[in-house]
C-alpha cells in the first residue's frame, strides 16, 4: 500500500513541479545538408575610352558691371562658336556655372565697390575622340583662360559590351576552380544555388605630351597638347555556390 502511495505523491510533485517550477530547457538537432561550395572568379578587360570632357571657363575683371557682362558674353559667344566649328553639337557644350562677385576696397573706413570680376564655365562632352587636343587648342586661342579637368569615360553601350566580356571570364574562370577544386577534393558538384557578382572600374590619369602646331603666333608656334586616354581597366568578380552531391 506504501508503494502506492509513494507513486501518487511522485505525480503529486511532478504535477507542482512542472506547473510552478522553473521551466526545463530543451535542445533540439536538425539534420541539414553539408555547406555548399563556394568559388571566385575574376574577370577583367582593357579598354579605351570613347568620351572626353573637358571643363573650360572665361574669368574677366572691369569697374562696371554692364563692361564685365559684355565682355563675359562676347568671349563665351566666341569660344563656343570655335566649338561648333569643330562638329561639337551645342547640345554636347554645357553651361556650368555663371557667377558675378563685386570688389571691394577694405583699405579705408566702410567698404565700397571698386569693380566687378565675373567667370562662366562650361562642360565639353567630345564623342569623337580625336577633336579632344583641337578642342584645348581652340579654346585657349579664342578666349578660354581656365582650361582643365579633362576626364575620360566609356559610352554606355560601350561599357555595357566589354562588362558582358568581363563577366563571362570570371563566370568560366570561377567555374573551371570548381572543378579542380571538386576533383582534388573528390566530391561530385551538383547545381549552382547562387551567384553574387562585383564590379569596378579604374580610369587612367590623362598624361600630356607637347608638339607643335602649324599655327603660330607671329613666327612663334603654338604649342599643341597631346592628352592621351591611356586604358581603362573593367572588372567583374563572380562568386559561384555549388551544392556538393
Request: glycine share 8%; hydrophobic share 35%; charged share 20%.
Amino acid at each position: 500500500m506504501s508503494n502506492w502511495k509513494n507513486i501518487l505523491l511522485f505525480f503529486v510533485l511532478l504535477f507542482v513541479f512542472s506547473k510552478w517550477g522553473p521551466a526545463i530547457p530543451f535542445s533540439t538537432t536538425t539534420q541539414s545538408r553539408g555547406e555548399p561550395l563556394i568559388v571566385m572568379g575574376e574577370g577583367k578587360v582593357s579598354v579605351t575610352p570613347d568620351v572626353a570632357k573637358i571643363n573650360l571657363g572665361i574669368t574677366e575683371s572691369g569697374q562696371t558691371l554692364k563692361q564685365v557682362q559684355s565682355a563675359i558674353n562676347s568671349k563665351s559667344k566666341t569660344v563656343v562658336d570655335a566649338i561648333k566649328k569643330l562638329g561639337i553639337s551645342e547640345s554636347d557644350i554645357k553651361t556650368t556655372s555663371y557667377n558675378v562677385f563685386p570688389q571691394y576696397d577694405y583699405t579705408n573706413p566702410g567698404s565700397r565697390i571698386t569693380g566687378y570680376q565675373a567667370s562662366t564655365n562650361y562642360e565639353v562632352t567630345i564623342k569623337d575622340f580625336d577633336k579632344v587636343n583641337d578642342v584645348l587648342t581652340v579654346v585657349s586661342a579664342t578666349g578660354a583662360n581656365i582650361v582643365g579637368g579633362v576626364s575620360f569615360d566609356l559610352s554606355e553601350s560601350l561599357k555595357n559590351e566589354k562588362m558582358g566580356e568581363a563577366r563571362k571570364i570570371a563566370a568560366d574562370s570561377a567555374k573551371e576552380k570548381a572543378k579542380s577544386l571538386a576533383g582534388a577534393a573528390g566530391i561530385t558538384l551538383g547545381k549552382i544555388i547562387n551567384v553574387t557578382e562585383g564590379q569596378g572600374i579604374d580610369y587612367p590619369r590623362p598624361y600630356l605630351m607637347e608638339k607643335s602646331l602649324p599655327i603660330t603666333d607671329g613666327d612663334v608656334p603654338i604649342a599643341r597638347p597631346d592628352i592621351q586616354p591611356g586604358q581603362t581597366d573593367l572588372s567583374v568578380t563572380v562568386s559561384l555556390s555549388y551544392e556538393i552531391r
